[in-house]
């Protein structure tokens, strides 16, 4: 256990569902991400709050939606995406970005299948 | 660039023997680095790192080393388990206020009994 708990698992929806991924950490972090794994390419970094807000975008597609009540809790809404989305989805938290050592710990991931 | 799955550099070695995994970093301003390792079906997991002003860390059966001079850091594994396989991820930390991480390329371990 990492202190970081993803659910779903898996999923699998259509282009025209609407779904939400949910990440809940346990560690009193302040800092939450979302990455985007896929089979040919390095950890893509998505999103990052800090203390709720959001602190980057990383150029996502307006179909990604975050969303971050507060500072244990993140959630990803989807909605028409495409196949090419179809990935492993981490979430990571850190203790928080004031320089200095930042370590992220992650989830074991929602894997993403778009049909 | 390569992540898990398809068409990752892969090193094998013999259970009991140890393992080297070397990581290209590019930014000379990164200030931190860390090593993750992910099992199959799971997160990455942090393992150890080392700030800039250091040249070697160890922990527990892990060491890492980095070289400024030419932007390289490695991940030394003290008798290799079949435990131990997994894909490794250097990470670096390249300064800033976000204290965001850049994952390099992956290398898949294989650990063979």
């Known amino acids: 256990e990492t202190g970081v708990t993803q659910t779903p698992r898996h999923l699998v929806m259509g282009m025209t569902n609407k779904k939400s991924l949910k990440c809940e950490q346990h560690?009193?972090?302040?800092?939450m991400y979302w990455y985007k794994q896929s089979a040919k390419k390095p950890l893509e970094l998505m999103f990052v709050?800090?203390?709720?807000?959001?602190?980057e975008n990383n150029s996502v597609p307006s179909r990604f939606s975050p969303e971050c009540p507060n500072s244990s809790h993140l959630f990803l809404h989807l909605h028409t995406l495409q196949p090419e989305d179809s990935a492993l989805y981490l979430c990571?938290?850190?203790?928080?970005?004031?320089?200095?050592?930042?370590?992220?710990?992650f989830g074991a991931g929602t894997r993403l299948s778009v049909l | 660039g390569e992540s898990v799955g398809l068409h990752l550099p892969t090193l094998s070695v013999q259970e009991g023997d140890n393992s080297i995994i070397n990581c290209a970093y590019s930014?000379?301003?990164?200030?931190?680095f860390i090593w993750y390792k992910q099992e199959s079906g799971k997160g990455p997991q942090f393992i150890i790192d080392i700030r800039s002003n250091m040249d070697k860390r160890q922990g527990q059966r892990v060491t890492v080393l980095l070289n400024k001079t030419v932007k390289h850091l490695s991940l030394q594994i003290a008798a290799t388990q079949p435990g131990d396989s997994a894909v490794y991820f250097c990470a670096e930390n390249r300064g800033g206020s976000q204290g965001n991480l850049i994952f390099g390329k992956g290398t898949k371990l294989s650990v063979k009994p």
């Open positions: 930014n000379s301003a990164s200030d931190y």
């Open positions: 709050y800090n203390f709720k807000e959001q602190t």
């Open positions: 990571a938290s850190s203790p928080g970005a004031s320089g200095g050592v930042n370590i992220q710990y």
């Open positions: 560690l009193g972090h302040n800092a």
